[in-house]
Every structure is written in structure tokens, then in C-alpha cells.
């Protein structure tokens, strides 16, 4: 029989607790909810299983010779979620919730989002890390995230990290799987993923280090005053049109760095003393844009930023400020 693959970005179902998401998405949770009823409600009770690839004959029949490769396939509806190699081996996700499992009973971590996006092909658990922020300058607070992200897709590891939201604007900074402490934590999918997976939670306090280091670096930069003139060049960076004259930038890009621009001035939380007139100002100024106007939809930017170019914008722009701020 015949199955097809999708392509959609929609976040195929997801729940929240606290706060409804930046992203305005999702089914609300509250802390009487049962850790495996929240998995329930988040439509992650499903497997993947492998099944070997037959090379198609010119005539649409299926030729004897089978090709060095596997679908990943949802037992629940039939769905081809991506071709993998032949060692390739799914982490399930009632697996991957197993993860947080203690540290949520014990108070440790608390629920906040979880969920599937392109129709099953990725899927992420997000949760809080106590209940005591790390402060940037008075009344604007970072709060610790725990992200573990799976692509049943092929294209994507196990990864978990940190990742900081920023309070005022709730917004996700996109840092888990860009940060230096991340990416010692990245788990290849073959036949011990599932006993790595479990072993990542032994090393989580590196993991942690590096958002306290990261949270130094968001002070720094709440440190360092920027004009107008340093500020589009900062901007010109990030998008890589820094070498061009603004008389040959497109209308389009052009726009898109107005509204940078009018963030720094105008953004959440950007009028706050301490963060007016920074580098953190245009940090966030970056962030902001990203979170909520670059893409086509809320389901895109939560994709783009937590597995693509967003989040890659994303990193770049806070490496950019810190170099320019030094």
C-alpha cells in the first residue's frame, strides 16, 4: 500500500501550563494534571517503527531491489514522517517524557509545554526549572527552561538543554541546541539512544553552567550603551547585508530593518531603566522580531526558531552583540 508524506509546518497539537504561550497555541494544563495525562493531551501517545525502502519500477511497480534506507512511519495513522538510514533507530516518545518524569514528580521541573510539529515529524517537551529567575538589570528577569527536542524525521537528534525565556515578553531566546553545553549533549538516533537519553540527565549541571554563563552575557551587554549609527550597523550584520550601501539595500530588507529598529524603541520591555539605549535593547530588539513577525504564521516561527533559520538568526544575533559590545 501507499503512503504519502506532509509538509505542513502546523503544530499538529500541543499543551501549556501557566501563561499562554508567545505563540498562542496549545490546550491549558494546570498543576492537578496527571504527568501522563498532559502526555496524553498533548497527542504523543504513538510510536515509530521502521519499514525497509523498495526501489519503484518505471511502471509504478515495486522492483525486488531494496534500497540502503528506512521510512519512519506512525503506527497510529500509517504516516511516512521521513527516510532514515539504516541504523537509524527512533526514540519513542512516551521514552523521551520518561526523561522528565522523576524531576516532575519531585518538584524539580515543572511542566510547561509539549507537543508535535509537522504532523509528528518533530516533537519537544519543555520544562521549567524551578521557580527563581536570574535577573538582568531591576524588573527583567530570564526564567530557566529545560528542552528536550526529537525529529522522528531523520533529520534531527535527541537534544536537551537549556533554554531562557525572557519574563517580560515571554519570549523563547532559541539558545538549547546552540549553546556550547548542548551540543555535548546531542544523542544520535541508533540502538542505544534510549539509554543515552536516560543518561543525559546526569549531566545537566553543565548544561546549567552554561545558561548562568549565558545570563552573564545577557548582563554584559545590559552594560553597554548603543547609538543609533552602531545600531543599524548591528542590525546590517545579522542579516548579512553589512557590505552593501543602504542606497542598494532592498525595500524589503529595508523594512525588515525599520522594524528592527522601531523594537529597540518600542519592544517589550525595552523601555525598562537599565535596558533602554543597551546592546540588550537591540538584543532583544533581534529576538522580538524573530519570536513574532519573521515567518509566515505562529506554528512557522515556533518551528524556524526552536530547529531553523530563526534559531540560527537568533544565535548569531546575540554573538554579534556581545562582539560589538566588547
Known sequence: FERMMTMSHEVEKMVFAG??????????????????????LAGLDWEVETEPLYRMGAAD??????????????????????????????LQNRDAFKVFEPLVDSGDLILHTAGSLRNGERIWVLCQLGTENSEIVKDDEIAKFVLLSNGHDGKLAVHLGFTPIR?????TEAMARGSKASKLIRVRHHRFVKNNV????????????????????YRFLASRQINSKDLRKYVKIVFN??????????TRTENIIQSVEDLFLTGKGNDLPGVQGTYWA????MS?????????????RMDSLWFGQNGNLNQKALDTALALAT
Not at 512511519?73 to 527516510?83: I, P, Q, Y
Not at 519574563?167 to 519570549?171: D, E
Not at 537591540?282 to 530588539?285: G, H, I, L, P, S
Not at 522580538?288 to 512557522?300: F, M, P, Q, T, V
Open 282 to 285: 537591540a538584543y532583544n530588539a
Open 19 to 40: 501563561a499562554t504561550p508567545w505563540h498562542g497555541l496549545g490546550t491549558e494544563i494546570d498543576d492537578a494534571t496527571n504527568f501522563w495525562d498532559a502526555f496524553q
Open 288 to 300: 522580538e522580531h524573530l519570536n513574532y513577525n519573521k515567518g509566515r504564521s505562529n506554528e512557522n
Open 61 to 90: 511497480e515495486v522492483v525486488g531491489e531494496k534500497v540502503k534506507a528506512q521510512a519512519a512511519v506512525r503506527t497510529s495513522d500509517n504516516r511516512v514522517l521521513g527516510v532514515v538510514g539504516p541504523r537509524w533507530t527512533p
Open 241 to 250: 547585508v553589512q557590505e552593501q550601501e543602504d542606497k542598494d539595500i532592498s
Open 167 to 171: 519574563v517580560v515578553c515571554a519570549n
Open 198 to 217: 536516560e543518561k543525559l540527565r546526569d549531566i545537566m549541571n553543565l548544561a546549567n553552567q552554561e545558561f548562568e554563563t549565558t545570563a552573564d552575557n
